[in-house]
């Protein structure tokens, strides 16, 4: 007969073991130990999905899976922000190299779309074309681009991590120029020029 213990003092592991071990309460207190150490790992092994979902995963997971995916996380961004660049990784390596690839991973990276203009022998216009800003006459080399971003406020870029993503993100054979503009006064600020 069991003795007047309670239940929640007894392991549920008992159930695993011959039939003869259910009276003994001292086996039942001995094996709590293992099943409070072991539940949460069990948890935990449960719902795995949910630790390596950048959305749901605990903040401090963030680094580490993103080391898995070769990328550096900020750590004055926002969390929000670091868990858009961890979701966002697999699809930024396939458009790398790419324009939209660089499009993406700076929009993320500074909250803004970039103007990406490449230098080519002649001169497109369409309804998107805007002088000095993604439209160059008489300027340019091949294989050469410029990145615009216009920012509220320049100083709030850190402009050697925008210019290590185009390096990372660039194209080799390609070098580039990097202009920071303000909005308020659309082209007549800042520009930082960076080239390959």
């Not at 071990?21 to 539940?39: C, K």
Request: glycine content about 6%; some cysteine; aromatic content about 8%.
């Amino acid at each position: 007969m069991v003795n007047a213990v309670a239940e929640d003092t007894r392991s549920s592991y008992l159930k695993h073991l011959p039939a003869f071990y259910s009276a003994d309460d001292f086996m039942g207190r001995f094996l709590m130990v293992f099943e409070d150490i072991l539940t949460p790992i069990e948890r935990m092994v449960d719902n795995i999905d949910l630790y390596l979902s950048p959305s749901m995963m605990p903040e401090d997971l963030l680094p580490w899976i993103a080391s898995w995916l070769d990328l550096v996380l900020d750590e004055n961004w926002p969390v929000a922000k670091r868990r858009r660049l961890v979701s966002a990784a697999v699809e930024l390596y396939r458009w790398r190299g790419t324009r939209r690839g660089l499009r993406e991973y700076l929009s993320v990276y500074t909250g803004v779309d970039p103007i990406i203009t490449e230098h080519m022998g002649g001169l497109s216009l369409d309804g998107q074309a805007r002088l000095g800003q993604n439209t160059i006459l008489g300027e340019g080399y091949d294989h050469c681009f410029t990145v615009t971003l216009e920012v509220d406020d320049p100083s709030t870029i850190d402009i050697g991590r925008v210019k290590a993503i185009i390096e990372t993100e660039k194209p080799a054979h390609t070098a580039y120029t990097l202009r920071l503009v303000t909005k308020a006064t659309s082209g007549d600020a800042q520009s930082e020029d960076a080239h390959d």
